[in-house]
């Protein structure tokens, strides 16, 4: 009997050990699957994208020094430059930053450490809210109240504009896009900011004020220049509101704040129902350009975010 | 003591700043983006620079613009501060809200809605008789093709493509839904469908035809002519349909051409000019035109101008004319 | 303190409730742009309608004229049919389309008793003519013998098509529209797509969050494993689009569909979803104390056993959390939709065909002919109520959440 009760348990000892070693298989296949979907994209979309610069492109290779370092953006006369997409696209991301930079992080601040209790929670439920409104809402909102604003704007400093439609425009709707992202990282970082810290400047006889515009703000600024970067990443890759107001020029860069623009995302959004031939597949072409300036802000979050964990143990 | 104060002093700002949006606010919300601003700048004697509206380049309605005013696609190139518009609509709304602006859209098009003015093209206005009399030069033919007969989904789908094509070339109720929206045709060979309907190869109505969906592709400034055309047909038979139009050069590719089984696919493409040398419509079941349509020249309404010569036109699409004083 | 530190220190702190204002102004102006626009659309019939109009030809075989009077609650702008008894008004649609359309219709009226000559399965069906219809062609012989055709296509205003109708000796048929307009379409399609894309996600996203948190080890591979499901997450949607329609179009195409479809749509949403779900599952497996593991691995459980029978039930409200979170993520998504489900507004979608979600119809709308600002308000406030509804929840249930753990 002994024996007998030795044989079940070893033949389900085994099974419950084959059990195990299956669903950890399973586990591994969907870690496997969700983190072969990166490469998956990346290959794709490279090997889509570089299809109209080899010599085997049906229709004959476009010369890829043409493609990276062209101003014009023209599908009439089957000119396609990015060069000065992606100034723009920049510079559109960087205007944007510049406006809601400031404000988010005294925003944060005003979150974290001024504003009352009951203050505080209203504003913080507000960013949340700004964050989950749809990016779709915010074309609305663009192309019915902001380029309104611009064109007034234009009016009065005597510039005439392409109906609101214009890099200026561009920048408000994206810096309205990336404010709560930005505000709630440097929530965050004020947040982490030691006790001690705050304490110590205010022992030393600083003034609530001066502690917090001084030392919180200081010792929090990898992780408010952590929401910064996240916050160009958002302002790079937003696609739908942006090509509303965008106006899609065709030569460029764009400088002027009340002339249209073309970035990275509008293009590829533009006639985005062709399904075949150069204008389709220079789209991914596009999508490449975009993601090499998404990667590389990337990579700089995460070597920001190694930095902080460094500086904090 | 002193965070009373300071709530009393948060609330005194968002109040002083929401009055101050609010009063910012209101006369965008009052005067909707479509309609015309009232107080737009003075109309009388229009000057600075001249904003060039174009089509994308799979447009019918920029090719045939193109051509009516002699500019010749290998020899000359567009201004390259055109701005490039995705559809005969988005042309409309944004010529609409640029008191700068220039473009020109199908005579289909609802001008008042849009903020546009229509202007004379070489002292003709563009109306529905001066097209029929041949004053009107800017004209231009909506075509369509068919995918090649036994191509379709079933035969049921084939049947249904050939009997809205005999619906909308032949029919009395065909011929004036595309009358109704704004399209040129001559009713006076016109049937009554009932009459149409027995003539159609492989039609009975008898056959439900409501699980079929007919796809229709190509020129977006067929738009408004076919759905209501599509409407009506849709009174008559009952069937769905899918209406993805993205510009003339799709309209053929998309039934018979490469992309005939691609994702975007269709039964019936649609060109807002003939079909080229190239678009073998031959190839396809049934294929021909089924309505005239002109391309009107527009500005915003509160432009001055009312007249433009073809070489007017022809000078500002090229670059040669920036300015509204040089006009 | 001195006093130009105190003005200093005022000056500063005054900047912070300034871009707090900010803030707050741009919150309401969004709030209040959609609001002015869309509120008064909002109803419940909005939900139940098509957005395409239905389109009905009816014929009358017994069609008797009658003598009716106009009713004194009538406005001036109705024009009013002695005869049939039906009240007529000018209008425009939402693309500022003329219209006839029907403001009141007699209970005697013989126009109720019409039959549906549309061929199809509804051929012969009674059908009759309802307020709110737009009568777009109104064919009859008048006391002369001809034919004459009233009605919106034929640019007639209320006023022509009542004098005509009064003027009839015989019905032939009416072709008119219902009213359109709806979105019952594009929150079907919404519908399935969030049942689709969970369906495919959940499974997938919770196994690898259990792989990560309670299987994998410190290493290298796991290292890269976790960045590049980061790296996933900083994507942008439009790049997922590209994806949808080159890695996963194959996929659907093996399925026998051919074109974008809501499936190609779930798919992509699915690979969208995936780091989300992921990061709030492994959230919620890190705080379930690591005791909990141990005493049931000491009972005799299989790390199986332990993972669905104990550690899964705990990370529960996590994953609801995050189902919660993937749903507004998709009720929001409209680029990579774009691509891989089109943008034709579908009245009854179909999984392997293209349709549209709320955000895709606004932007479908917004690019359209007319741009149609009033019903892309409308569909942005029920928009924006779902998403806060979901986000009241989630902060309800992390809350339960920390709850639940501070006390244990």
Redesign the interface.
């Known amino acids: 009997m002994d024996s007998k009760h030795h044989l079940i348990s070893e033949a389900y000892q085994r099974r419950k050990k084959g059990w195990d070693k299956f669903f950890k298989g399973l586990f591994w296949l969907a870690g496997f699957i969700s983190a072969i979907f990166i490469i998956l994209i990346i290959v794709f979309i490279v090997r889509k994208g570089i299809g109209p610069f080899l010599p085997s492109y049906p229709g004959g290779a476009y010369p890829i020094g043409k493609f990276l370092t062209g101003f014009q953006w023209r599908q009439d006369s089957a000119i396609y430059g990015v060069a000065f997409i992606v100034i723009n696209t920049i510079i559109s991301a960087l205007g944007a930053l510049l406006i809601s930079f400031p404000i988010s992080v005294l925003t944060a601040l005003f979150i974290t450490k001024i504003a009352p209790r009951s203050l505080s929670r209203i504003m913080t439920t507000i960013v949340e809210l700004l964050a989950a409104i749809p990016s779709v809402v915010y074309g609305v909102f663009a192309a019915g109240v902001i380029v309104r604003w611009v064109d007034s704007l234009a009016a009065m400093a005597g510039f005439s504009t392409y109906g609101g439609n214009s890099l200026l425009a561009v920048s408000i709707l994206l810096a309205i896009m990336v404010f709560p992202t930005m505000t709630s990282l440097a929530i965050v970082a004020i947040n982490a900011v030691p006790r001690e810290l705050v304490e110590g400047s205010l022992a030393l006889g600083a003034t609530t004020t001066q502690t917090n515009f001084r030392v919180v703000l200081t010792s929090a600024k990898s992780g408010i220049f952590a929401g910064l970067i996240l916050g160009l990443g958002r302002a790079f890759g937003e696609a739908t509101a942006v090509s509303m107001v965008a106006g899609n020029s065709m030569i460029g860069p764009t400088f002027n704040p009340f002339n249209i623009t073309r970035t990275l995302t509008s293009t590829m959004l533009a006639g985005l129902k062709e399904t075949q031939g150069l204008d389709y597949d220079i789209r991914f072409s596009v999508g490449i350009i975009l993601m090499a300036v998404i990667l590389v802000t990337n990579l700089g979050i995460h070597f920001v975010k190694d930095r902080i964990g460094r500086s904090m143990s | 003591m002193k965070r009373k104060l300071s709530t009393l002093l948060v609330v005194l700002l968002v109040t002083a700043l929401m009055l101050v949006a609010c009063s910012t606010d209101t006369p965008a919300a009052e005067a909707p983006a479509e309609t015309p601003d009232p107080v737009e700048e003075p109309a009388e004697g229009l000057s600075g620079e001249i904003h060039v509206y174009t089509r994308d380049a799979t447009s019918g309605t920029r090719e045939a613009f193109e051509g009516g005013i002699g500019f010749d696609k290998d020899e000359e190139t567009l201004t390259a501060s055109a701005v490039e518009t995705s559809g005969n609509g988005d042309m409309a709304s944004k010529v609409g809200n640029d008191v700068n602006g220039i473009g020109y859209v199908s005579l289909t098009t609802d001008f008042a809605a849009n903020n546009l003015k229509p202007l004379n093209f070489e002292g003709v206005e563009p109306t529905i008789e001066n097209v029929l009399s041949d004053d009107y030069s800017l004209k231009r033919p909506f075509s369509y093709v068919t995918r090649a007969a036994g191509d379709f989904e079933s035969d049921e789908a084939e049947a249904l493509t050939r009997a809205f094509i005999a619906f909308i070339t032949e029919s009395e109720e065909g011929l004036s839904a595309v009358d109704g929206a704004g399209g040129i045709v001559d009713l006076s060979s016109a049937k009554p469908w009932s009459e149409v309907a027995e003539t159609v190869d492989g039609f009975d109505p008898a056959t439900d035809y409501s699980g079929i969906t007919l796809r229709t592709r190509g020129s977006t400034s067929v738009d408004k002519t076919l759905k209501a055309a599509l409407e009506a047909f849709q009174a008559e038979v009952a069937f769905e349909f899918n209406m993805d139009h993205t510009g003339s050069g799709d309209g053929f590719k998309r039934v018979l051409g490469e992309e005939k089984d691609g994702a975007n696919a269709g039964d019936i493409g649609f060109a807002s000019r003939k079909f080229g040398d190239n678009e073998t419509v031959s190839d396809g079941m049934l294929s021909g035109e089924y309505c005239q349509d002109a391309v009107v020249v527009v500005v915003e309404s509160s432009n001055p101008l009312s007249e433009i010569t073809q070489q007017q036109i022809h000078d500002i699409i090229v670059g040669q004319l920036t300015t509204w004083e040089e006009l | 303190?001195t006093r130009k530190?105190r003005i200093?220190?005022g000056i500063?702190?005054?900047?912070?409730?300034?871009?707090?204002?900010?803030?707050?102004?741009?919150?309401?102006?969004?709030l209040?742009?959609?609001f002015?626009?869309g509120w008064s659309g909002v109803n419940f019939d909005l939900l139940s309608k098509p957005y395409?109009?239905g389109?009905?030809?009816i014929e009358f075989p017994q069609f008797k004229t009658g003598a009716f009077d106009r009713p004194d609650h009538l406005g001036d702008d109705i024009a009013f049919s002695e005869k049939l008894g039906i009240g007529l008004s000018d209008g425009l649609d939402a693309?500022?389309?003329h219209q006839v359309v029907v403001e009141y219709l007699d209970p005697e009226s013989p126009l109720h008793h019409g039959v549906v000559?549309?061929?199809?399965?509804?051929?012969g069906k009674e059908l009759g003519l309802s307020e709110g219809s737009n009568i777009?062609?109104l064919m009859l012989k008048d006391t002369d013998d001809k034919i004459v055709?009233v009605g919106?296509?034929?640019?007639s205003t209320a006023e022509e098509t009542v004098a005509a109708m009064d003027n009839i000796s015989e019905m032939r048929k009416i072709?008119f529209?219902t009213e359109g307009g709806g979105i019952n379409g594009s929150l079907k399609a919404t519908l399935y797509l969030i049942g689709l894309s969970l369906v495919i996600a959940l499974?997938?996203?919770?196994?690898?969050a259990?792989?990560?948190n309670?299987?994998?080890k410190a290493n290298r591979v796991t290292n890269?494993?976790r960045?590049?499901?980061e790296?996933?997450s900083?994507?942008?949607?439009?790049?997922?689009g590209?994806?949808g329609?080159?890695?996963l179009?194959p996929i659907t195409q093996l399925m026998g569909i051919?074109?974008?479809s809501i499936i190609l749509g779930a798919l992509t949403m699915a690979?969208v979803l995936?780091?989300l779900i992921?990061r709030q599952t492994e959230e919620s497996l890190k705080v379930v104390p690591i005791d909990l593991r141990y005493a049931s691995l000491s009972l005799g459980a299989?790390?199986?056993q332990t993972?669905f029978k104990v550690i899964l039930p705990s990370a529960l409200p996590g994953i609801l959390t995050a189902t919660l979170l993937s749903i507004?993520r998709i009720?929001?998504?409209?680029?990579a939709l774009?691509?891989t489900m089109?943008?034709?507004i579908?009245d009854?979608p179909r999984l392997d065909?293209?349709a549209t979600t709320l955000?895709?119809q606004?932007?479908s709308l917004?690019?359209?002919?007319?741009?149609n600002?009033e019903l892309?308000?409308t569909i942005?406030i029920i928009?924006?109520l779902i998403?806060?509804a979901l986000?009241v929840s989630v902060k309800l249930i992390s809350y339960r959440i920390n709850k639940k753990w501070s006390v244990s």
């Not at chain 3, 919106?152 to 640019?155: E, G, N």
């Not at chain 3, 499974?203 to 690898?208: E, H, K, Q, R």
């Not at chain 3, 917004?366 to 741009?371: A, D, I, L, T």
């Open positions: 303190m530190r200093y220190d500063l702190n005054a900047l912070t409730y300034l871009s707090s204002g900010i803030a707050v102004i741009i919150l309401v102006m969004v209040q742009f959609v002015v626009r395409w109009s389109n009905n030809t693309y500022k389309e000559s549309t061929a199809g399965v509804d051929l777009v062609n055709n919106a296509q034929r640019k072709y529209k499974p997938i996203g919770i196994a690898a259990i792989y990560l309670e299987y994998a890269a494993m960045s590049s499901i790296l996933l900083g994507v942008p949607s439009i790049i997922f590209l994806m329609v080159s890695v179009f051919h074109t974008v690979v995936l780091p992921i299989t790390q199986t993972i507004s009720i929001g998504e409209s680029a774009i691509y089109g943008t034709f579908a009854r065909q293209g955000a895709v606004i932007w917004m690019s359209g002919e007319q741009p600002f892309s308000s942005s928009i924006l998403v806060l986000n």
